[in-house]
């Protein structure tokens, strides 16, 4: 490309693309699975979103023969670190399998070895007074912080994140991820702008069955790393999108938070917008902000946040990355454009973008309430 059809493409000379990233998520709120073909298509329909450092998906029902086992997929940066990890599992963990895990050759960047782990704490541990989940949590930040070249991606029950270096199609083709069928498909296509595009840093961020797929930046994550510290929490994928996987599940499952209060934390109001409110309301997100000041994130930011049997859709207060949401018989969409939807969906029972701010909910039919919602308003139709 010559320096004139440069100026024209980018006159003002910005070194950034500030609208980067695609998002994409795919429920079936039956529980019924599905494989990855109408992900993969959505998200590669959004190709020119990423740069190709960085693709993933975050896959749930997935491991039905192990569903009552912790799934490690870790990748390891050298033979060392995975016999030090190896010897690590085996003192905490009773190992009912694991593997190597199913790749080809791709077009991905010089990708680590994979493995998985199918684990349960042995029956001496916890000790009193811990939980099973913060025990495998401590677990998995030892594995990520010992060695410098071994880190856990995934560690829920029946589901799995897979990610790398590549565009998303890249990576789905590395993994073979057309052996696998889920209920709740997360997919990401990245474009780095502030952090390095490695294998530990692409999205989604992942602990426990939580998953944390981001468009956006967070100038916050300095403060956001500090407080989450203080919980046990260690950084450790060098990208300011993995402060979000652990709030919320400091927030959702240690401290019980329902996501609407999530939210208000998360993409708080202004306080001029606090003092306007009703004096109860006011109260309380007055009392949020106090509490919790050190969990705004503060940047632009459209995330999906998923778990098993929920699927989450959240925008910074002003919307400056884009998500809208869409509704096909027992499926439900999240994505960062109408036309991925479309893609694998052309006649949608419901489309509609999301406030700023405002969480969109979907959840499976047999959990409570029995019924898909969005509980924070539908936003714009």
């Known amino acids: ?29 039956d529980g019924k699975r599905f494989s990855s073909k109408d ?39 050298s033979r060392d670190a995975k016999e030090k990890t190896d010897r690590a599992l085996a003192s905490r963990f009773d190992i009912a399998y694991d593997e190597e895990m199913q790749t080809r050759p791709a077009n991905v960047h010089n990708p680590p070895l994979v493995w998985r782990y199918f684990v349960q704490p042995k029956k001496d541990q916890p000790t009193e007074g811990q939980s099973v989940e913060d025990y495998v949590i401590e677990a998995v930040m030892r594995i990520n912080t010992e060695t410098g070249k071994a880190f856990v991606f995934s560690s829920g029950k029946d589901m799995g994140v897979f990610k790398g270096v590549g565009f998303p199609e890249d990576v789905a083709d590395f993994f073979c991820l057309e052996d696998y069928q889920g209920y709740l498909w997360t997919c990401h296509s990245r474009f780095p702008t502030n952090t390095p595009g490695w294998w530990g840093g692409a999205h ?54 329902p996501i609407e209060l999530v939210a208000q934390i998360l993409a708080a109001p202004l306080w001029s917008e606090i003092d306007s409110m009703e004096p109860k309301r006011a109260q309380l997100l007055r009392t949020l902000r106090e509490t919790y000041g050190s969990l705004l994130m503060n940047g632009p930011f459209s995330i999906v946040v998923a778990h098993h049997g929920e699927m989450i859709g959240l925008t910074d207060r002003i919307k400056l990355r884009p998500l809208v949401a869409g509704v096909n ?28 701010g405002e969480p969109a909910i979907c959840r499976l039919k047999s959990s409570k309430p029995k019924v898909v919602e969005v509980l924070a308003g539908e936003g714009t139709p």
């Open 1 to 29: 490309m010559n320096q004139q059809d440069r100026r024209i493409i980018n006159p003002f000379g910005d070194d950034k693309d500030f609208s980067g990233c695609a998002i994409f998520g795919m429920m079936n709120t």
């Open 39 to 77: 992900p993969v298509r959505a998200v590669t329909n959004m190709h020119d979103r990423g740069n190709g450092l960085g693709g993933g998906f975050a896959v749930y029902g997935i491991y039905p023969d192990f569903k009552d086992y912790f799934a490690f997929h870790i990748m390891y940066l």
């Open 204 to 257: 989604p961020f992942n602990i426990l069955d939580w998953t944390v797929i981001h468009n956006g930046e967070l100038s916050s994550y300095g403060i956001n790393r500090r407080f989450l510290e203080m919980y046990g929490y260690k950084c450790t994928m060098q990208t300011d999108t993995e402060v979000l996987a652990y709030a919320v599940d400091l927030l959702m499952r240690k401290q019980n938070l």
């Open 329 to 356: 018989g027992d499926y439900v969409y999240l994505s960062s454009e109408e036309s991925a939807m479309r893609l694998v969906s052309p006649n949608l029972d419901k489309f509609w973008a999301p406030r700023g």
